[in-house]
């Protein structure tokens, strides 16, 4: 039994007390709750897909749309040019062709859309628009139109991302500080204000400005929800968890997109998707605090009520004097506690990677892999927005094929070698997406299988990445390398947005282009990372420029 051995003075670490109780539906309940908390964080880096996507719209032609005005009306060629001269699709939507009317013709005025009286040699701009249909974001709402206006839809995902850069590093000090069900809670409940919020701005500006400030507050809700997860179980069912928690996280891109598909109204749809949020407030009488977080602040009263939760709905009893656990728990995060004198500073941390040439330039390959990934992930979920056939449908196919390549990337991982999973899943998504460009546009249901395929193999890649840079970095060095490749992958997910605007100068094949290529590149990478399945995680520099060779001789010596 635990408390036999903990009387006979067997020091308990949490990891073994865990598993001895085993996995019961309160710790099941909660960590369902913590998976709906994931899908609801999905929500902000991801809604300005929806509430700062572009529109079809042409110019209003005075003369011929005052009888019926439509989108795409019989006459439209003869007034307006067309980006594909085969196209009857695709209008240009800011430019119109000069309309000339002789004075004779000023009294006839049934008469004044006809083709002869339009230049089609030459060419001005409008600033009326006809709208294919009723759907509202900020660019009718904001008058965010044509080209020269581009640039501010695609800063809106900038000022996103530029927010987690801020937001991450800034939660993860309050989280060491208030802890994860304080950032929880707090992060969660503060984006569904200033999402609410935004639904009301009337101006580009300010829509902006909550944007920012949305971004930074909720940055940190899925780290720290998705640690409380994991602590509350054992290490053996902490795959499992894990993997069942994260399937979560599409789904809420995949719900963002229904509600977009049904409403059509930014404004709307906003607080359809925020106000939900303020229910979390409710988690501060259920949901425990990170027990890991508890013992480091010594707060074992605290910790102890956890486990006696979990206990109970395991079948399990505990005495009701707690007395030499609790003393267990203490001592053991006593041992536990880094002094202050070992910790790494940034000047011993900058000298322990520069004197190592090989951990240099595998943190330069990995800062580059993490680049790729969230520049192709994020991209390819905005490009979907702007791909053919039904915008929404493709937003929610896009996200909902996460679920599958999340579960079968650990399957991959535990059955192949983590660099050829790696590197494989990237050169798998680069194929994708060039064939997105090769194959003609009249196949577009295999055009849309390549773009989610592609999608398919850069989640599996991603969750991949998260492993394998835990596994081939040393113990003293893991957490601070973990956050560097992090960082400069953040720099991929606010070029992503940016991607739209280069596809209205170039067009639009040149960014699903650029994915393949940046795919490939990184997959070729990839074959130079060191083997890191089945093998003991460094603990050393030294160990870890050896990782997958030493290790593989002594096993077979």
């Not at 309309?99 to 002869?116: I, R």
């Amino acid at each position: 039994m635990l408390y036999q051995e903990v009387n006979n003075e067997e020091i308990m670490d949490l990891d073994e007390i865990l598993g001895n109780f085993g996995l019961g539906s309160y710790q099941l309940t909660v960590c369902g709750l913590m998976g709906l908390v994931l899908m609801y964080s999905n929500i902000s880096p991801l809604s300005y897909a929806i509430t700062a996507s572009d529109l079809k719209y042409r110019c209003e032609i005075q003369q011929c749309d005052s009888n019926n005005t439509s989108y795409n009306p019989d006459w439209l060629r003869i007034a307006v040019p067309f980006k594909d001269p085969d196209s009857y699709n695709e209008p240009y939507k800011c430019v119109k062709y000069n309309y000339n009317l002789p004075p004779s013709e000023l009294g006839k005025l049934n008469n004044t859309c006809l083709p002869k009286f339009f230049d089609t040699n030459s060419h001005q701009k409008c600033d009326k628009w006809v709208f294919d249909d009723t759907e509202r974001t900020i660019v009718n709402d904001f008058n965010i139109m044509c080209d020269d206006n581009k640039w501010k839809l695609s800063m809106v995902g900038t000022i996103n991302s530029i927010g987690q850069f801020i937001g991450i590093p800034l939660s993860g000090f309050i989280s060491d500080k208030y802890g994860r069900k304080f950032i929880l809670i707090t992060g969660s409940v503060s984006s569904a204000i200033l999402g609410t919020i935004r639904s009301f701005t009337n101006d580009y500006y300010s829509f902006l400005f909550f944007e920012f400030f949305d971004s930074i507050v909720s940055s940190g809700v899925y780290a720290a929800t998705f640690v409380l997860g994991l602590e509350l179980v054992s290490p053996k069912s902490r795959v499992t968890v894990s993997t069942l928690m994260g399937c979560f996280y599409p789904m809420g891109a995949v719900f963002m997109g229904l509600a977009a598909y049904m409403i059509l109204d930014w404004r709307i749809i906003l607080r359809v998707l925020y106000l939900p949020g303020t229910l979390i407030l409710g988690y501060i009488w259920y949901v425990p605090e990170s027990m890991r977080w508890l013992q480091t602040q010594n707060r074992i009263e605290e910790m102890a009520d956890v486990l006696s939760k979990i206990a109970k709905s395991n079948g399990k009893t505990l005495p009701s004097n707690l007395g030499p656990v609790k003393d267990a728990l203490i001592v053991n995060a006593q041992i536990n506690k880094m002094p202050e004198d070992t910790k790494l500073s940034c000047s011993k941390l900058m000298k322990e990677i520069f004197s190592s040439k090989e951990i240099f330039l595998r943190l330069i390959n990995c800062s580059f892999c993490w680049i790729t990934i969230t520049l192709v992930y994020y991209g390819l979920s905005l490009t979907s927005v702007e791909f053919n056939g039904n915008k929404y449908l493709n937003f929610m196919l896009v996200n909902a094929v996460e679920v599958p390549a999340f579960l079968t990337s650990w399957y991959f991982m535990e059955r192949f070698s983590r660099r050829n999973t790696q590197a494989f899943t990237f050169i798998f998504s680069g194929i994708g997406c060039i064939l997105v460009n090769l194959i003609p546009s009249h196949f577009s249901l295999l055009k849309l299988l390549s773009f989610l395929g592609s999608k398919y193999a850069i989640t599996m890649a991603f969750n991949t990445m998260y492993v394998f840079t835990a596994e081939m970095f040393p113990t003293e060095l893991r957490m601070s390398l973990f956050g560097i490749t992090s960082m400069f992958g953040r720099l991929g997910s606010m070029i992503a947005p940016q991607m739209s605007l280069l596809a209205s100068y170039f067009g639009q094949y040149v960014p699903i282009l650029l994915f393949g290529i940046i795919s490939f590149i990184a997959g070729a990478l990839s074959f130079l990372f060191p083997e890191t399945k089945d093998q003991k995680l460094p603990d050393t520099v030294k160990q870890a420029e050896f990782v997958g060779e030493v290790y593989k001789d002594s096993s077979t010596g």
